[in-house]
């Protein structure tokens, strides 16, 4: 079995639809919050194997079951 870690996490700035975020791409917003974990969690970017990373969109959402 392989080890897990979780070093540390993080969360996007919060927005609103169509507002001052809307022309940022979502991958874009990704990767800074990626890279700020890594500088945070002071581990070696050379040594993360694997980042599970999650998001939601609040905006007119349902769940259906």
């Known amino acids: 079995m392989t080890d897990a870690f979780l070093v540390s996490g993080t969360r996007t700035p919060v927005g609103r639809y169509g507002g001052a975020l809307s022309a940022v791409r ?5 990767a800074l919050v990626i890279r700020q974990v890594v500088e945070e969690s002071r581990v070696p970017s050379a040594e993360v194997d ?6 939601a969109n609040g905006v007119k959402s349902r769940v259906v079951v």
């Open 50 to 55: 694997e980042v599970i990373f999650g998001s």
């Open 26 to 30: 979502p991958d874009d917003l990704a």
